[in-house]
Every structure is written in C-alpha cells, then in structure tokens.
C-alpha cells in the first residue's frame, strides 16, 4: 500500500528567503504531483512529474523527482506572501488505475 | 473551459439525516473521483467512477456511496449522517483516471453535521 509522507507539516519562513519541502512515499509511483491549495479553497495543480530526474518550474517554485529513492521535492525561492498556502503531493501505484495517495500537506506561511 | 463544478458549496445537515452532493467534471473528462478533507485525516480517497462504473472504492463505510451518469456527472450520497461526517467533500475529474492524466479538482461541499 502506498504512503505518502510529508515534512515539514508547518513551516514559517521568512520573505526573501529560500526552503525546500519533502515528499517520501512507500513505493513505487508512477508519477508525482504538488498541488497548493488556499484556506476554504480547492486544490490547484502546481506540477506533475512524470519520472526520475524531472524537474520542473514555475515562478519560485521548482520540483523534483527521483524514483529511486522514492523523494519529491518542492523548492520555494525567495519566497513572497502570496506562496502562503498549504500544499500537498501525491502519488499513485504503477498496479491498475488507482487513487491519487496524499501526503497530510505543509501549512506555509510567508511573513515579512 | 469550464472548470468542475461542485454543489451545494456549503449544507447543514442534523445526525441521522442523508445527504447528497453533486459534481459536474470538465466536459470530455470520464473519471471523476471523490475525496474527504478533514483536518485530522487529511485527503482520504471515497470512490472513483469511470464510464458510469465504480472502479476504485476507498475505506469507507457503505453509508457512503456513489454514482455516474452517461453525461459523466457524479453525485456521492451519505445516508444516516454523524458528526464525523463533517468534512470538505472535493471531487476531481480526469481525463481517463489520476493515473494516467492530471486530475483537476472543484471548489469543494463544505458539510457540517450537526
């Protein structure tokens, strides 16, 4: 069964500054995604990665993966107020169609 | 395009009672999944449908249950509610499953039992 672990679960930085969150997952996934998601709001797709190695970026946020030691990260760069937001990855099994597996999210809060 | 659409926003419901919620995914899009948001438990997966069949179901009790109609809208029901129940409800579509393409969500059914 796949797990998706998160840490951070909080995190408190400052404006201007850089972090990395950290995604583990138990298994083998066929692929990775980052979604953020703002209080009393839906989930945004921020990034989906497809195999070991990818990186992708948008703005100050830059993910990655690798498969081999089963670890995606989301990379804040300089961050700013508005990246306030919890986000979360997930994952699902290479076996058949099954669900997207969350990790519990990490609260960001970006403040001056 | 039209994103996916999920109603009611916001319910109020007393224990004992059902509840159905409604999602209207992205036109072309044949999978629509339903998740639970609380803040203790996190995302937990209820169900997927695909093509008006139940292809995936989570852990949930059988008081939770689902369905999809030929125009791939989705409606999840919770009979004999309890205060547990109380969660964000958010559905997602894709195109073909979260496995294979990106899986978009809606704004969410806020559902407060009380």
């Known amino acids: 069964e796949l797990k998706v672990e998160q840490n951070p679960l909080f995190l408190s930085m400052q404006e201007g500054k850089n972090y990395t969150i950290y995604c583990n997952y138990s298994t083998t996934s066929d692929r990775l995604y980052w979604y953020r998601q703002d209080p009393g709001k839906s989930l945004e797709s921020l990034f989906v990665?497809?195999?070991?190695?990818a990186v992708k970026q948008e703005g100050r946020l830059m993910a990655s993966l690798d498969t081999k030691a089963r670890l995606s990260t989301l990379h804040i760069t300089a961050a700013v107020h508005d990246l306030s937001a919890t986000y979360f990855c997930?994952?699902?099994?290479?076996?058949?169609?099954?669900?997207?597996?969350f990790g519990k999210g990490t609260r960001l809060s970006v403040i001056a | 395009k039209a994103g996916v659409t999920q109603t009611p926003r916001y319910l109020i419901k007393t224990r004992g009672q059902q509840v159905t919620l409604s999602c209207s995914p992205i036109?072309?899009?044949?999978?629509v999944s339903w998740y639970q948001q609380t803040p203790g438990q996190g995302l937990q997966f209820l169900f997927e449908y695909f093509s008006e069949t139940q292809r995936n179901k989570g852990n949930f009790p059988g008081r939770f249950s689902g369905r999809q109609f030929s125009n791939s809208r989705s409606e999840m029901n919770v009979s004999t509610l309890e205060l547990g129940d109380s969660a964000l409800y958010l559905c997602?579509?894709?195109?073909?499953?979260?496995?294979?393409?990106?899986?978009?969500f809606g704004q969410g059914t806020r559902l407060t039992v009380v």
């Open positions: 990665l497809l195999s070991n190695g």
């Open positions: 997602a579509s894709s195109l073909l499953g979260a496995l294979n393409t990106e899986a978009f």
């Open positions: 997930a994952g699902a099994t290479n076996s058949g169609n099954t669900p997207l597996v």
């Open positions: 036109s072309g899009h044949r999978s």
